[in-house]
């Protein structure tokens, strides 16, 4: 429940403060003409759209399972963050298009300080959105807040270099505004590619880290009444993994000593934050007697 909340707090906070910066660059950016400044505030756009999917994102997957879904939503959570990457190329697109068109088309910029006021807001809101979103992120392996504070990080990055095009627009060098704008639109686009692979990998149940992997192992190895290891699987269940184990035991072992044997290897893998739940299947090993029960 708190991960839930926490996760809420970000979407909440985010289009709040993305509304609010969404309106008051595209005001400043079309009354002055500078191209960087709306292409910021488009980005503003695709950043709304993003705490929007972030909400429902978030209230889906942190559904609990049902008969329908017994290892709950939690695949929900990189749906949304697909979705989440291809507004950002949709924004990255429409910025490039008009940067270039800005490039073949100088126009003068008319400079106002409103145009540094803003710029410096912003990135004070960014700042502050980025650190909460990144903490959470990492404190509860979201990949949904992840792509938030990967989203507010880039804002600074494109937010400073607006800020250098103003800068240069007032000694009249109205052409690296159309260069800024084309920079941002080539970040967003990268931002966003970033987060689709991200994603494509966890829906298309990538496994989990090599090294967590290995450590997880060796626990289940060093476990009394382990002889080996046929094969450990990991599949991604919303934040965490579901762990298929299947051990090779003494196949003359009672059901009951057997079954001691599982609870043990269960014990030491729900050890590790990463892992869910543990599913194991237990095979006797070639090693020993075999005695034909079927008789």
């Known amino acids: 429940m708190e991960r839930t909340a926490a996760i809420k707090r970000i979407s ?99 400079y106002s300080i409103w145009l540094i006021v803003v710029a410096i807001i912003t990135l004070a809101v960014k700042v502050c959105l980025f650190i ?21 990080r880039n804002d600074l990055f494109i937010t400073s270099l607006t800020l250098i095009s103003i800068i240069c627009s007032y000694f009249g060098l109205f052409y690296i505004d159309a260069l800024v704008g084309i920079l941002i639109s080539l970040w967003i686009g990268f931002t966003g590619f970033k987060v689709l692979i991200a994603s494509y990998h966890v829906l298309m149940d990538k496994t989990i880290e090599e090294d967590v992997m290995q450590a997880i192992k060796d626990k289940i190895s060093q476990t009394s009444g382990v002889d080996h290891i046929d094969a450990v699987v990991a599949r991604p269940i919303g934040a965490k993994f579901l762990m298929l184990v299947k051990i090779s035991v003494d196949g003359n072992l009672t059901i009951y000593a057997g079954h001691d ?35």
């Open 12 to 110: 909440i906070f985010g289009f709040l403060g993305n509304v609010f910066l969404l309106v008051i660059k595209l005001l400043i950016g079309i009354s002055t003409g500078s191209q960087a400044m709306i292409a910021d505030g488009l980005n503003s756009s695709g950043d709304v759209f993003s705490s929007v999917m972030t909400y429902i994102g978030n209230a889906i997957s942190s559904k609990p399972d049902d008969l329908d879904h017994p290892y709950g939503h939690g695949k929900a959570e990189y749906i949304f963050s697909f979705i989440i990457s291809f507004s950002f190329l949709f924004v990255a697109y429409i910025v490039l298009k008009n940067g270039i068109t800005s490039l073949i088309e100088i126009q003068p910029i008319k």
């Open 132 to 152: 909460y979103a990144h903490s959470v992120g990492k404190k509860y392996n979201s990949l949904l807040a992840l792509a938030n504070a990967e989203d507010h």
């Open 261 to 295: 044997i599982s609870d043990a290897v269960k014990s030491v893998v729900m050890e590790f934050d990463e892992v869910s739940d543990v599913i194991i299947h237990l095979n006797p090993a070639q090693t020993h007697p075999q005695r034909n029960y079927l008789k």
